[in-house]
């Protein structure tokens, strides 16, 4: 079956311009991840959707990052006003249950470059 | 709050030659253990995990991990690498209550010479 999307695959921004990357999650994955990776940085976590409960929102650098998941599938994360520091590859996973035990299931991620 | 460590940023290995990658750990409780591969413009994929029973884990593409409570530690280890091994490869910790909360290492980058 289909994996785990994100769109678009690369995006090139300027400095202060806001930005929407989206995640197609694997139809059925009740929870869904959002991470940062930059390089030598390992995977940062920003945010996590479970069901219908409220989401994780720890992991979220600064108020100009923000995320909503609609219908329990998709998902938009937003960056406002982007800096360059927030050039990065974001990544979007989803499992079956939010379990501790899941796999998780990774997207091929969105490169972001902001100039 | 748990962690994951990855010590070796960068390793060189010929090709045949056997592989470990080092990851140590620390939680409070039992661990999820895994291990992710990132293929260079890939997103990451599943080598294998542990959560219980034999310490000893097998993956896909030949890897093995054990877990040695003692050492707080999950290494990873192949007997043969082969040159399409070449990649980045993440250590992960997930709680093993409430929700999944994963702490990723920062990735080591594999590196494979004829």
């Known amino acids: 079956g289909a994996g785990v999307s994100q769109s678009p695959s690369n995006k090139v921004t300027e400095k202060g311009k806001d930005v929407e990357l989206r995640c197609d999650p694997i139809?059925?994955?009740?929870?869904l991840y959002w991470y940062r990776q930059s390089l030598g940085q390992g995977l940062e976590f920003l945010i996590y959707f479970q069901g219908n409960s409220a989401p994780d929102k720890s992991g979220l650098p600064s108020d100009r990052f923000s995320a909503e998941r609609t219908g329990g599938s998709v998902s938009t994360l937003t960056i406002q006003r982007t800096q360059q520091e927030d050039s990065a590859v974001y990544l979007c996973?989803?499992?079956?249950?939010?379990?501790?035990?899941?796999?998780?299931?990774f997207g091929p991620g969105t490169r972001l470059t902001v100039l | 709050a748990q962690s994951v460590t990855q010590p070796d940023i960068h390793i060189t290995v010929s090709e045949g030659a056997s592989l470990e990658l080092r990851c140590n750990y620390s939680y409070g409780a039992t661990p999820y253990l895994f291990w992710y591969v990132q293929s260079p413009g890939q997103g990451l994929q599943l080598l294998l995990k542990?959560?219980?029973?034999?310490?000893l884990v097998q993956g896909i593409k030949g890897f093995e991990a054990e877990f040695k409570r003692s050492q707080s530690s999950f290494n990873l280890r192949k007997p043969s690498v082969h040159w399409s091994d070449a990649a980045e490869y993440f250590c992960?910790?997930?709680?093993?209550?409430?929700?999944?909360?994963?702490?990723f290492g920062t990735g080591t980058k594999l590196q494979v010479i004829p």
């Open positions: 992960a910790v997930g709680t093993s209550g409430g929700y999944q909360k994963v702490t």
């Open positions: 139809s059925g994955h009740t929870a």
């Open positions: 996973a989803s499992t079956p249950n939010g379990r501790g035990s899941d796999t998780q299931y």
């Open positions: 542990y959560f219980s029973g034999d310490t």
